[in-house]
């Protein structure tokens, strides 16, 4: 057990320390925005055009993990709406962001640093293939049920407004263009390579250090009964439908996945939700329960990933 401890407890002191000097004030919360902006528009983008561009095309779409963490998270997705408006009786906005909490992971911020100590070979190839899934499917379709709650007359015209996004995003032109170096088979010169290389290395401690900053001022009191179903939903149900959709792979005539990439699904769909889950919600006036469900779930999260590394161990 201290060999996982020693995987999960840096990233955990790092957010912590993200906490501690924003909520003591050496940094405020706007300046975890700078650093955000930062990570998200340049060191990210950075270390999926690495971890892309110095692979084989045909290592980085694997069908297998693709289909198995899009049917994952579309089917945890249909879940918690399914609960939160038939069983909780709650608007289908409010089901909506309660299912966004349980089916978007943070990948980037939390789930890329703890696959780099656990699983470095395939963590940028992960990385990868969750924005894939993630950012075509899961999040486009998730804020057309949002604008389709509201009574928006055209909730097709967030799907278009979601998609132009997407296209000008730094990751997904960085993941585009990794792919095009790949299929290529060229070699960056040595200097690009290594400016390249510089970025991505500053991606893990400063997004779990802007992590930890931006839980500062988050509300929790009062929210427990509300928040915990989808912490549980995050947590324990996402990765629990990864897995049985990797076991049903090869019913399917798809290749099982490499031992590697297997752990690396499951982990990914482990981790608490997306950094941005707030921030969207905010939008439909749902930014309380989401704040609080990730702050909570980013706490919790540190027993049940390390209890379930050492459970993939």
């Given at each position: ?48 055009f690495k971890a892309l561009s110095q692979r084989q095309f045909g290592e980085i779409v694997n069908t297998g993990y693709l289909l198995a963490y899009l049917v ?18 709650l608007s289908p906005v409010t089901s909506t962001f309660y299912a966004m909490g349980m089916a978007c992971a943070n990948s980037g911020f939390v789930g890329y ?201």
């Amino acid at each position: 057990m201290l060999d996982i401890l020693a995987i999960t407890s840096p990233i955990y002191l790092i957010i912590a320390l993200g906490f501690g000097l924003t909520r003591t004030g050496l940094f405020a919360k706007a300046d975890m925005r700078v650093f955000g902006k930062f990570v998200i528009n340049l060191a990210l983008p950075a270390l999926v055009f690495k971890a892309l561009s110095q692979r084989q095309f045909g290592e980085i779409v694997n069908t297998g993990y693709l289909l198995a963490y899009l049917v994952g998270s579309l089917t945890v997705l249909g879940l918690g709406y399914f609960w939160a408006s038939r069983v909780r009786g709650l608007s289908p906005v409010t089901s909506t962001f309660y299912a966004m909490g349980m089916a978007c992971a943070n990948s980037g911020f939390v789930g890329y640093p703890i696959l780099l100590l656990s699983l470095a070979p395939v963590s940028g190839v992960a990385l990868a293939l969750n924005m894939l899934v993630e950012n075509l499917v899961v999040i486009p379709l998730l804020l057309v049920l949002a604008e389709r709650g509201r009574g928006s007359s055209n909730p097709l015209h967030a799907l278009a407004q979601s998609l132009a996004k997407l296209f000008k995003n730094p990751l997904f032109i960085a993941l585009l263009a990794g792919m095009v170096v790949s299929l290529s088979g060229c070699k960056l010169p040595a200097p690009v390579a290594q400016t390249i290389a510089m970025f991505s290395a500053a991606s893990g401690a400063l997004s779990l250090f802007v992590i930890g900053g931006a839980l500062v001022g988050l509300p929790l009191a009062g929210m427990g009964q509300r928040v915990w179903p989808i912490v549980l939903g995050k947590l324990l149900l996402h990765p629990l439908l990864v897995s049985l959709c990797i076991l049903a792979l090869p019913v399917l005539g798809v290749a099982p996945l490499p031992p590697e990439l297997r752990m690396a699904a499951v982990l990914m769909a482990a981790m608490p939700m997306m950094g941005i889950y707030a921030t969207l919600a905010q939008a439909y006036g749902q930014e309380d329960f989401a704040a609080a469900a990730t702050l909570l779930a980013t706490a919790v999260s540190f027993f049940s990933i390390s209890g379930l590394l050492w459970v993939l161990r």
